[in-house]
């Protein structure tokens, strides 16, 4: 898969770039071109080799139908475990959530997303927790803004609204 330059793509685990320039490089006598990608979000600028491009898991921006079925899986139950969320199952869920994350699949994400959320109704959650959570839900919400066309503000409150409303006598926490 080629990627235009301008185009806007997702770099997993980091969010959306811009195709800033394809560069082309000497490297131990022969010539590699590059993808200069700048990222919309983060002031960082990252070359990537077009022929690994793919391999990095470098992908163009969702659907309409993409980002419509998120929110159809969000409005599922999470599948997380309904007793025993204690600091050896993060440890175990973190490194499948990090795996997850890695692949830049939006699905995935969503559904780290929605099993976070779901943990968050039943405990506080943790540094590790919070950090995830608010991760997914920065890499969902500047995609969603993109795809639909809208300011992020917005797309956070779409995102927020699909979820089952917080149950009173939860514990509140900010992201």
Do not use: C
Not at 20 to 30: L, M, N, P, Q, T
Not at 111 to 135: H, N, P, T, V
Request: glycine share 4%; hydrophobic share 40%; net charge positive.
């Amino acid at each position: 898969m080629t990627f235009n330059l301008e185009e806007k793509v997702v770099y997993p685990g980091y969010g959306v770039a811009k195709v800033h320039r394809i560069v082309e490089k000497k490297i131990a006598g022969s010539t590699a071109t590059f993808y200069e990608l700048v990222f919309l979000h983060r002031d960082m600028t990252i070359l990537v080799p077009q022929n690994n491009a793919l391999i990095v898991g470098i992908r163009k921006l969702s659907s309409l139908q993409n980002i419509d079925a998120i929110f159809r899986m969000l409005a599922e139950p999470a599948l997380v475990p309904t007793v025993d969320v204690n600091s050896s199952n993060w440890n175990k869920r973190n490194k499948e959530y990090q795996f997850k994350l890695r692949s830049g699949d939006i699905q995935e994400i969503g559904r780290i997303y929605r099993d976070l959320r779901s943990i968050e109704k039943r405990k506080e959650l943790s540094f590790g927790e919070r950090a995830m959570l608010q991760q997914t839900e920065s890499l969902l919400v500047e995609e969603i803004a993109l795809v639909r066309e809208m300011q992020e503000e917005r797309a956070i409150e779409d995102l927020r609204s699909v979820l089952p409303p917080r149950q009173p006598g939860q514990m509140m926490r900010q992201l």
